[in-house]
Nanobody, 123 residues
Framework: QVQLVESGGGLVQAGDSLRLSCAAS????????MGWFRQAPGKEREFVAG????????YYADSAKGRFTISRDNAKNTVSLQMNSLKPEDTAVYYC????????????????WGQGTQVTVSS
């Protein structure tokens, strides 16, 4: 049984920081490219950041570059998203996803998805 469980979301003010975490179980974690996505009301799911299997390669949406940092710990089966300088437009449900192929993650596809964690940024 594969599970991806996100945590760390909450209510913050613009300029604040949050660190999201995703704990994976039931899969060989190091075999999966991991990604963070978000979905705001009325909008389609958006790629935010991705990290390759070993953690050496990372990818970011333009909206996240310079503010967000994705990392993974294969020993702990976790992937994190450090979000700094948060803006109201970052408000969304953030999802953790896993897929063997990084190209699929970049396209918004994932074999496994978490339940999501709400991030709300007030002005």
């Amino acid at each position: 049984q594969v599970q991806l469980v996100e945590s760390g979301g909450g209510l913050v003010q613009a300029g604040d920081s949050l660190r999201l975490s995703c704990a994976a179980s039931g899969l060989t974690f190091s075999n999966y490219f991991m990604g963070w996505f978000r979905q705001a009301p009325g909008k389609e799911r958006e790629f935010v950041a991705g990290v390759a299997w070993s953690g050496l390669s990372t990818y970011y949406a333009d909206s996240a570059k310079g503010r967000f940092t994705i990392s993974r710990d294969n020993a702990k089966n976790t992937v994190s998203l450090q979000m700094n300088s948060l803006k109201p437009e970052d408000t969304a449900v953030y999802y953790c996803a896993a897929d063997p192929a990084g190209s699929r993650i970049r396209l918004g596809e994932g074999e496994y998805w978490g339940q999501g964690t709400q991030v709300t940024v007030s002005s």
